[in-house]
């Protein structure tokens, strides 16, 4: 798998953004999923700069995909500060707009737009997969 790779700053969330449109426009999915494959990685992308690396321009963000008959897999990797996404209170949506916590909002959502999230973490790098079932 090859990955592209992107400077850590909000100013590469737009090409990433392009990149992933164009893949998974390529791997046949419509206008709908991609937006929700391509929204559920910018809140990846943005959540590595703020709480991976602390800040912009710190570190990179590569990004692979494998497109397969049934499945669509996105790759994101950074070398930044691991994190238990058990750790991240699922929100709680029946709460008044006001009365909820930021916290959790965007990992809730990756969850409900992709059919599968996986997180695995080493000594020098995180890596997400995140899946999109074809057909579906």
Same mark, same amino acid.
């Given at each position: ?7 850590g ?18 791997? $046949?999915? *419509?206008?709908?999923? +991609?937006?929700?494959?391509? !929204? ?7 959540? #590595? @700069?703020?709480?991976?690396?602390? $800040?912009? *321009?710190?570190?990179? +963000?590569?990004?692979?995909? !494998?497109?397969e ?5 996105? #790759? @994101? ?6 994190? *238990?996404?058990?750790? +991240? ?23 409900q ?24």
């Amino acid at each position: 798998m090859d990955f592209r790779v992107f400077p850590g700053n909000y100013k590469s969330l737009k090409f990433i953004s392009n990149y992933i449109k164009t893949v998974a426009k390529e791997a $046949g999915f *419509d206008e709908f999923t +991609i937006y929700t494959i391509e !929204t559920a990685v910018d809140e990846a992308c943005s959540n #590595i @700069i703020e709480h991976a690396y602390g $800040g912009e *321009d710190i570190g990179d +963000i590569e990004i692979g995909y !494998t497109d397969e008959p049934k499945q669509f897999t996105i #790759i @994101i990797k950074d070398h930044g500060h691991p994190f *238990d996404p058990s750790s +991240i209170p699922i929100p709680n949506l029946s709460s008044k707009l006001a009365e909820r916590k930021a916290n959790g909002l965007g990992l809730y959502m990756m969850h409900q737009w992709m059919d599968e999230i996986n997180f695995q973490f080493s000594e020098n790098s995180n890596i997400l997969s995140m899946v999109k079932y074809k057909g579906n």
